[in-house]
């Protein structure tokens, strides 16, 4: 073997050595974090990248992309002394890889630890039915007390969810017995409430039929009262006109002397109705008398009694 063969067999080693060791290919969204002789020097872009073998190395690779991960359940103790299991879900990202490889040695366990540690100090402030009622607001806490804490680790914390909250048996069941008093109590009040609201209904349904009666009396007396007014005017109407042609018949001649025989005539038949009407009858002392009683009914008539020519003919 000639000694050019074996340099050209260590050129070869040395230059598949370099190839291996200094080619690196960054995937998208990693972030590859690169110590030149033990210190920090770069971040490798996505793509192909190219570093010096034995005085580079690459000891940090972090994964870029949004990234979820469990909160254990961990015991929490309420402001009013009870114990409640809170487990969640925890998604944030790496934004910066030199931080998250400089600013603690494991960027995921610190942004674990202090979730639930956060968990428990916001817990702690709340009663029971709050927590149980505030599951927004408790992620809202720990979202913005880790976003403001890990900004030296270069993680943003996006969002966390909480899983599940798990009081104890005897509270869940204290529990439901209140939830069971609560919904009688409610049925008991909305069952009063119809009963209340029936009873208005009711007394005003009988009001407005009262109303409606004596409004339906009122207008029944009103066109009562103008039925009557209207006879009592249409009588007078005719009255008046029954006076004015007697009174027109009596400027003609002989019409004296019809009114006054017509006068005797029913003098004469109310005189015998009244006998006829009853047992005891008032009559006047000299009844034989005829013409005294025609001249009464003259009188009666307001007219000056004549001759006795139509006395002597009533007789």
Known sequence: MSPLFVVLIALAVIVVFVIVRGIRIVPQQRGWVVERLGRFNRVLEPGLNVIIPIVDNVPYRFDLRETPVDIPKQVCITLDNTQVSVDGVLYFQITDARAAAYGTSDPVAAVVQLAQTTMRST??????????????????????????????????????????????????????????????????????????????????GERQQQINLAEGDRQARILEAQGQGKAIQLVAEATASAIGAIATSLQAPGGEQAMRMQVAKDFIIQWGNLAKAGTTVVIPADTGDLSRMVATAMRIADLPVGSAGPSESVK
């Open 123 to 204: 817990v702690g402030h709340l009663h029971l039915d709050q927590v149980l009622s505030s599951r927004q607001e408790l992620n809202t806490e720990v979202v913005n007390v880790l976003d403001e804490a890990a900004v030296n680790w270069g993680v943003k914390v996006l969002r966390y969810e909480i899983r599940d909250i798990s009081p104890p048996e005897e509270v869940l069941r204290a529990m439901e017995l209140q939830i069971t008093a609560e919904r009688e109590k409610r049925a008991m009040i909305a069952r009063s409430e119809g009963e209340k609201q029936q009873q208005i209904n009711i007394s005003e």
